[in-house]
Each structure stands twice: as structure tokens, then as C-alpha cells.
């Protein structure tokens, strides 16, 4: 694929991780909870990943003929977000001279990272919707490697985008317990109200 089609779906990409959402805010609760930001973020790319093998499998065009698919997706995924915002409210803050090192297995964070990057209709968007707009018709390469060139330069980004978070916030609250505290209710805030968000745009949408 031609170098300018390629930087050009990398910007698009970027641009779209870098967009603050569900992604971020459990990278940035990774992070200030304790040193789970390598599982935390490794479940979110295997997550991308795995969508990427589905779209590549034609099920994404699959799912953009079926009307009602994608907005199901996305209002589970809302749903599953209202519970994680709910969770990390209702979780116990940490005290001063404290930080929660080990807040559940690593296998656990790995599973919540691979559940939010599924539910995310950010991904969705992305790579059923933007990423086949960059295939070539007509080129030697197949249409299931050149999703795959893509999506592992999406997925490449996501690595060191989310590392970068999860790990500037572990280092900016490690230190600062009470404000690591804060730090979780307004992940959990964040996360409630996009929730509900997704849960009021889709229900519009469907009236």
C-alpha cells in the first residue's frame, strides 16, 4: 500500500485515540490505582485487535447491513460503562499515605480492558467505518491483508497512546494519594456520564 495512504489512516487513527473516552478513563484508572497499566492496556488492543480479525472476516459488512446491530452494540457497551462508573464509585477511595497497588489479578484487568474496547463504539467507528474507506480496489494485496496492515498500525498507536496514559497518570498520582483518590471519582464520573450519553443518543436515535 502506498506510503500516503498509510500515514493518512495513521492520522485519522491517532486522532480518533486521542479523543478522550472509555478507553481513557480506564486507562487513567489503571494507572492511578496501581501498576496494572500493562494488562489494563494490553486487554484494550487485544480487544481492537480482535475486532479487526472480525472486519477482516467480512463480518464487519456484516453488521453495517443489519440497522439495528450497531446500535445494540453500542447501547450494551453504555450500559457496561454505567457499570464500571458505578463500580469505581462505589469502590473505597484511597486514604491518605496509601495507594492500592494491586487492585484485582492482572487477568482481571486484561478482561475489563478486552470488554471495554469491544463495547467502545469509538472502535467501531474506527475500524468498521473508517478504516475499509482506505482499502484500495483493484490493488495485488487482498483486502484481508490490507485490513491487516491497518488495523496493526491502529493497534500500534493504541499500545503507546494508552501506555502513555496509564503510566503518566501512575507516576503523577503514585505520590499523591488524595488526589489519586480524586482521580477515581472522576473516572468514575466520566465514565457514568458518557454512559448515559450513549444510553440517551441511542435511545433518540432509535424514537
Not at 37 to 48: Q, R, W
Not at 85 to 107: D, H, M, Y
Not at 163 to 172: C, N, T
Request: net charge positive; glycine share 10%; proline share 5%.
Amino acid at each position: 500500500m502506498p506510503f500516503s495512504i498509510l500515514s493518512a489512516f495513521w492520522l485519522v487513527s491517532f486522532l480518533f485515540i486521542m479523543s478522550p473516552g472509555m478507553d481513557w478513563a480506564y486507562a487513567i484508572t489503571a494507572g492511578s490505582t496501581g501498576r496494572r497499566v500493562i494488562p489494563a492496556v494490553s486487554g484494550m488492543v487485544l480487544g481492537h485487535f480482535l475486532i479487526i480479525l472480525l472486519v477482516a472476516a467480512g463480518l464487519g459488512s456484516l453488521l453495517r447491513a443489519t440497522p439495528f446491530a450497531l446500535p445494540a452494540i453500542t447501547f450494551c457497551g453504555a450500559l457496561y460503562l454505567l457499570w464500571l462508573g458505578i463500580g469505581q464509585l462505589r469502590a473505597e477511595a484511597a486514604l491518605p499515605g496509601t495507594v492500592k497497588t494491586s487492585s484485582g489479578s492482572a487477568l482481571h484487568w486484561l478482561g475489563k480492558g478486552v470488554t471495554v474496547s469491544l463495547f467502545n463504539p469509538k472502535v467501531m467507528m474506527i475500524i468498521m467505518a473508517v478504516l475499509p474507506q482506505f482499502l484500495q480496489q483493484g490493488s495485488p494485496v487482498s483486502p484481508y491483508w490490507q485490513i491487516s496492515l491497518l488495523g496493526f498500525i491502529h493497534c500500534l498507536t493504541c499500545l503507546c497512546v494508552y501506555l502513555a496514559v496509564g503510566y503518566g497518570a501512575h507516576l503523577l498520582l503514585s505520590a499523591r494519594p488524595r488526589m489519586a483518590g480524586l482521580v477515581n471519582r472522576l473516572s468514575g464520573c466520566s465514565m457514568t456520564g458518557i454512559a448515559l450519553l450513549m444510553l440517551g443518543e441511542t435511545c433518540l436515535k432509535q424514537m
